[in-house]
């Protein structure tokens, strides 16, 4: 859609996209960089939904059927974000939400994430498909690591992965719940030949980035040292390996998995990727210490609901006594606003500071986490709400819903 303030595209309008990550100012001008920077098909990677990309659109669209309605005349000289997560202080109520693959980004993205986040002052949730060790991670100075993990295989796969976690310091986990079945990435699928071979455009378009390929692959290609000792040494390849974890993901993993994870894992646990009012409801009841309302990304049912459709009936279900996180089309710090002022706790980030991964590795993620952070304060501002502890729905109109009804007392 054209902007308002353009007439017949005068003035004319572009994001930046050069090394100076100061002059980024806002999260668009990361993703244009990380655009001019990344091949095709790390592009398609990074951005494609499931199917049509219903939901990844929808995921997207949902931020703007919410309007602000300001309250003026307020003291606003103490604003902050800042907040406890999981009874630990934390900068402001964001972390960095888990994703795999990293390492096609640049060599170590995981911990450049990491380091990002760290300096940011949030949390950052390694994936189980990350291309560095949980250990190497741990070593980042000053960070909140929190775990997120995959059940795949037999159960002693990820009771070793429960452990390792845990050996290594994460303060949290994270259980993916609605990931057993791969989505049907079409758009990613069309930049191979084959399950491990790219297409020859394909290659002759990464070939046209060869700082990239120098950032990402000066030691070869990336690997999955957290599980590849469950591996076949057969398969222990890039492509050969996670094509294989995907497939021994458990169709069946169910409410009772949850259990024996809970179990074993003491630390605070998430239940992460939840939309059903019905799951959110026996999640609340099942002895975890979260909920993450999600829809991975919009990369796996094509034509759901968005996380922030079923906000406000979620905070309904779990009140007080679970914590409960949204992830899912945070690009701005309104959008962060908006979630905290349905009812979340907090939101993960994902794309966002994948761009700033892309942009400029770890200076690049420190960057896009500032201008959620500047952005989200500036609004808390604009909207006259003194503090986070002042957002609440009576902020916020549905668009639906406008115009507002009279006053009561007229």
Known sequence: MPSPAQFQGSPQRRYYTGRDLDRAQAIADVRARAHRRMPRFV????ESGAGEEATLRRELDVWHEWCFVPRTLRDECHRSLSCSLLGRPARMPVAVAPTGLNGIFQRHGDTALAQGAARAGVPFVQSTMSNDPVEEVAKVPGL??????????????????????DAAGCEAMMLTTNAQLFGRREWYARTRATKTRPTLPTMLNAARHPSWA????NHGMPGFPNVIDFVPKDRRGFFE???????????????????????????????????????ILRARDSGVDGVVLGSHGGRQADGSIAPLDVLPRAREIVGDSVALYLSGGIRRGADVLKALALGADAVLAGRAPLYGLCAGGADGV????????????????????PALEALGPELLARRADLPLAPHPTG
């Open 241 to 279: 390996s996670a094509f294989w974890i995907r497939e021994q993901m458990p169709k069946s993993l169910s409410w009772e998995t949850v259990a024996k994870i809970r179990d074993r894992w003491k630390k605070p646990m998430f239940l992460k990727g939840l939309l059903h009012p019905d799951d």
């Open 43 to 46: 592009l398609e990677y990074l």
């Open 214 to 217: 120098l950032r990402t692959f």
């Open 366 to 385: 420190a960057r896009s986490l500032a201008i959620l952070h500047d952005e989200a304060l500036n609004e808390l501002g604009q909207i006259g709400a």
């Open 144 to 165: 909140r690591h929190w775990w997120q993990l995959y059940v795949f295989g037999p159960d002693e796969i990820w009771q070793a992965l429960t452990d390792r976690a």
